[in-house]
């Protein structure tokens, strides 16, 4: 499923027009992002939690030339499924 089809069902399944199926998704992701910005977790029951893992720089090497290269440091987002999410897929 993709950000338009989720727009769609979310439309079709609460009665509302598509303008504003967009916007209860585009505030449902913003939302979301804003958290984790501000370092926050978000957990959503029943599906999981994201959260940013932080991760130090370090010295690589460029699997094509060779050559040392600095990795600088970064955030990513992590998703952890919750329990009832895997029970539901593995019935």
Do not use: W
Request: hydrophobic fraction near 40%; aromatic fraction near 8%.
């Amino acid at each position: 499923m993709n950000k338009s089809e989720l727009i769609k069902a979310v439309a079709d399944e609460n009665a509302l027009s598509n303008e504003d199926a967009v916007v209860v998704v585009e505030t449902f992701f913003d939302q979301m992002k804003a958290a984790l910005v501000a370092g926050n977790r978000v957990e959503i029951r029943g599906m999981g939690s994201f959260k940013v893992k932080h991760y130090a720089g370090y010295s690589g090497r460029n699997p094509k030339t060779g050559k040392m290269v600095e990795v600088a440091p970064k955030k990513l987002p992590f998703f952890r499924s919750g329990k009832e999410l895997k029970e539901f897929l593995n019935e």
